[in-house]
């Protein structure tokens, strides 16, 4: 008996539904093989990878500050993504609107005013923007590849921040130490849950994921960069513009990555440091596809993502098993999700024959 | 030469029994018995859908059969591979060419048959020389015509000496005279002995050439005949299971104005191997039907992109709508316009494939009222998508099938369906029937002769001369990038549209130049 996969007539809405299941069913399995053979009790292992980090309050706002700008960022991308703009330099648009957003904080160190997180939030929105404008010019203007020019220039970010931190925004007082001076109260967002560093930064990814979901699902503009990402000559016959497609596109994933960036020094950070992402704007494209392109599968993968980042870390520090361990099961996890998606498109057949056609000598 | 009338020998060189193929959401073969004696053109006649293409993909081995047999002069054999359909003796022109453009002649046949290139074209001279299949060896592919191009494929497949010839639709690329000298080709193959599977849903060319015929409905065999015995309605009639209805075309409207006008239009290729179009010049008015007739890749395409706003143009005033210069307008600025485009390819350019139909139905209906300050006002998309599907009786679950469940006639006819409910001034539409079924082909034109006389200026392009012919008032040939002016279907025939097409123009007719007039 042979298997094949056979594509379906039409996506198979159960298996929409059954596969994260599978997924997490066939994790748990492997993970239970992959700790017995590293000498751990399974259960244990388990235990402290998914529920350990999430048991006391402190790990729930842990967990929800790094699935933030994982989720922001997600959100913007995706709607390129559909869109079939590939901007795969969320990272350095992070990075731009967190120099942005620090600058201002920096020059206004002392004032009270309120209007200074605002003008942070604007500041970084734009420098995302902005930092995403260069490869939607070259794209629409030059038909240059967004796909590099966006990568090149997140390590053209990474090193104007490192320039930044060792030189003009460097804390005049803090020993040499690369990094800002620490944000005074005006430049911070409020704290949510005494007791933890959750804060109102977190409220963005809210905002975003409701905002994307209203455009992707009920604007004629969405519709026009979806119809442009699945069938271009079909946008063309309708009259949709690609250039536009092609700058709103970058333009919004510029402004969600920016915005990602503030949260992270007005909030956990508290000043701009070397390293302000610990490659959120990488991960991000993949919590964008685990989400399967959906703002509220989004959530639920950057909710995912931030627990296998928390669990990797207790295993670490409880497990004493080696980093290369948990970055395995993390890999486990994705795949056997991504995976168990092809069922929703495709089905297994047995490849039967009873005939004398097509037998093989 | 092999008498064809006589009963065919008592062992066919080619014989399917109960040949039976399912996939995932149809039936394509259902238990399909076929005979083709020595020296036999056989005719595999039937809609698009009803399983003549997996029919012959399982004799080529590109397919595999769930159930049944095949016999090869008496004796079962295994075809699992259309290399061991070659070596069995089984050869095959598709309907698409595989040629490689940048190749010659000679090289793209080097690549299936084996032998010296030198040789190689002393053998392709010979054998085109002796069926009437002149091709130049040494041409590189891309300045062949499609005629040619089908010679070359014929050609690769003779040298390969098959007893047996399929061909899947061969004619639908061609220019009546070709058709004539294909024809002619054929019989003397037959005469030597080879048999032919001709594939084909065009009646009169089955009945001129065919011995023997066997008709495909919905997967089944529903009749093995003598298709010179019969009538063109009777082959309908087993081919679709009624009759066939003509578009009925009374005379056109007296008052009627200039809706499109196009002129002294000249415009570069855009690709490679794109046409260029070279001072074109045509006019259309309300209530008639312009046809543009033509083989494909002869600049259609190019003007269709033009009219329709994809392509835009200098100076405005090369292309008129209703009045207005249109030249630099895109496509949503001409639809708020009055215009309508029905475009050859359906999916991916007239439709978005995974997406509903009523989601579809925004991409160019968008402007009746389904959207407000940016949103998209979803129980209108789908009210106008239901409309669609029940007055162009589309079959589909509703308007949250997703376009690409359709079968190709059902989106076109929600595709024709979604143009003509917004009430154009002009409509464009490409191929119009390409690859229907009979029925629908006879719904959609009889639809559009129904726009006509309700005042709509039509543009039809269409490789179909009986289809022109049938609904049109004047017809205009495209060749080489170039029109002829448009003249009244009674003041020509196919004879000499026919002539037209292969690029034998007319010495400026008087008649033809004064745009409109009959």
């Known amino acids: ?361 | 030469m092999t008498e064809p009338s006589m009963q065919p020998p008592a062992v066919p060189r080619l014989a399917l029994r109960g040949i039976t193929k399912v996939y995932p959401s149809v039936v394509a073969n259902d238990a399909i018995d076929l005979d083709v004696g020595p020296g036999e053109i056989h005719a595999l006649l039937g809609e698009n859908g009803a399983g003549k293409s997996t029919l012959v993909k399982i004799i080529y081995g590109v397919v595999r059969a769930d159930a049944g047999e095949i016999r090869w002069d008496g004796r079962p054999v295994s075809i699992d591979s259309p290399g061991a359909a070659r070596r069995v003796g089984i050869g095959m022109v598709f309907q698409h060419f595989s040629l490689f453009e940048t190749l010659t002649v000679a090289e793209n046949i080097s690549l299936a048959v084996p032998g010296a290139l030198r040789e190689l074209s002393t053998r392709i001279a010979e054998l085109s020389q002796r069926y009437g299949l002149p091709v130049d060896p040494r041409r590189p592919v891309h300045t062949l015509s499609v005629g040619e191009r089908q010679r070359v494929e014929i050609v690769r497949c003779l040298l390969q000496e098959p007893k047996l010839l399929i061909l899947d639709e061969p004619t639908s690329v061609l220019p009546p005279l070709a058709v004539d000298r294909l024809f002619g080709t054929l019989r003397q193959l037959a005469a030597e002995g080879c048999s032919i599977l001709y594939i084909s849903h065009k009646l009169d060319e089955i009945q001129s050439l065919c011995h023997a015929a066997t008709v495909l409905r919905a997967g089944r065999v529903t009749g093995t005949v003598d298709p010179r015995r019969e009538s063109a309605q009777s082959l309908a009639r087993m081919m679709i299971g009624k009759d066939l209805p003509a578009a009925a075309h009374p005379e056109p409207a007296v008052d009627r104005q200039e809706r499109l006008v196009v002129s002294g239009l000249s415009l570069p290729a855009d690709d490679p191997f794109g046409t260029r179009l070279t001072d074109i010049t045509l006019s259309v008015h309300s209530g008639e039907i312009v046809g543009i007739a033509g083989v494909s890749g002869n600049g259609q395409k190019e003007l269709m992109t033009v009219l329709s706003g994809e392509r835009l143009v200098e100076p405005p005033e090369a292309v008129r709508l209703c009045g207005v210069p249109a030249g630099r307008l895109g496509p949503r600025l001409r639809r708020a316009r009055g215009l309508a485009f029905v475009p050859e390819e359906r999916l991916g350019r007239g439709a978005v494939p995974p997406v509903t139909l009523a989601e579809n139905a925004l991409l160019t209906a968008a402007h009746l009222d389904m959207v407000r300050s940016g949103f998209v006002r979803v129980a209108q998309t789908r009210a106008f998508a239901a409309r669609c599907i029940q007055e162009f009786d589309v079959k589909a679950s509703g308007p949250d099938a997703a376009a690409r469940s359709l079968s190709g006639g059902n989106l076109q006819r929600y595709l024709v369906g979604r143009e003509i409910l917004q009430q154009p001034k002009v409509l464009l539409v490409s191929q119009p029937t390409w690859g229907l079924d009979v029925g629908a082909a006879a719904f959609i034109r009889q639809r559009l002769v129904d726009m006509r006389n309700a005042g709509t200026a039509i543009l039809v392009v269409s490789e179909e001369l009986e289809e022109l012919f049938e609904i049109c008032d004047r017809i205009a040939v495209m060749f080489g990038g170039r029109l002829t002016p448009a003249v009244s279907v009674k003041a020509t025939s196919v004879a000499e549209i026919g002539a037209w097409m292969t690029g034998l123009f007319p010495a400026e007719r008087a008649d033809a130049t004064a745009g409109g007039r009959r």
């Open chain 1, 1 to 361: 008996m042979r298997l094949r996969l056979e594509s379906r007539p039409e996506p198979s809405r159960a298996m929409l539904l059954a596969s994260p299941v599978i997924a997490t069913s066939l994790t748990l399995a492997a993970g239970f093989v992959l700790f017995l053979a590293l000498g751990q009790r399974p259960g244990a292992a388990l235990h402290t990878f998914f529920v350990t980090p999430v048991s006391t309050w402190n790990g729930v706002a842990e967990l929800l500050l790094k699935a933030a700008p994982l989720v922001l960022i997600a959100q913007g991308l995706t709607i390129g993504f559909r869109a079939n703009v590939w901007n795969i330099g969320a990272e350095g648009q992070l990075i731009l609107g967190a120099i942005a957003a620090s600058a201002l904080a920096i020059r206004f160190d002392g004032t009270t005013s309120a209007w200074l997180l605002p003008a942070m939030v604007a500041a970084g929105i734009l420098g995302g923007m902005a930092w995403a404008a260069v490869p939607a010019f070259l794209r629409a203007r030059f038909h240059a590849n967004e796909i590099l020019v966006t990568l090149m220039l997140t390590y053209v970010a990474g090193l104007l921040l490192s320039y930044l931190v060792h030189g003009p925004m460097r804390d005049p007082q803090g020993l040499n130490f690369p990094q800002s001076i620490l944000f005074g109260e005006s430049a911070l967002f409020v704290n949510l849950l005494a007791g933890t560093r959750l804060n109102a930064s977190v409220l963005f990814a809210l905002a975003v994921t409701l905002g994307a979901w209203i455009f992707v699902t009920r604007t004629f503009a969405g519709y026009q960069m979806l119809v442009g990402g699945l069938a271009p000559l079909a946008a063309r016959y309708a009259g949709f513009s690609e250039t536009r497609a092609v700058w709103s596109a970058l333009l919004i994933g510029g402004a969600a990555a920016g915005l990602a960036g503030v949260g992270e020094v007005a909030g956990p950070l508290g000043q701009l440091l070397p390293t302000v992402s610990p490659g959120y704007g990488f991960a991000a494209i993949i919590v964008a596809f685990v989400g399967r392109l959906h703002p509220f599968g989004i959530v639920a993968a950057g909710l995912l993502m931030s627990l296998l980042y928390l669990g990797g870390e207790a295993a670490q520090i409880a497990l004493q098993v080696p980093y290369a361990v948990t970055s395995l099961f993390q890999g486990l996890l994705l795949f056997c999700l991504l995976g168990s998606d092809i069922f929703v498109f495709y089905r297994v057949r047995r490849a039967h024959r009873r005939s004398p056609i097509g037998g093989r000598p």
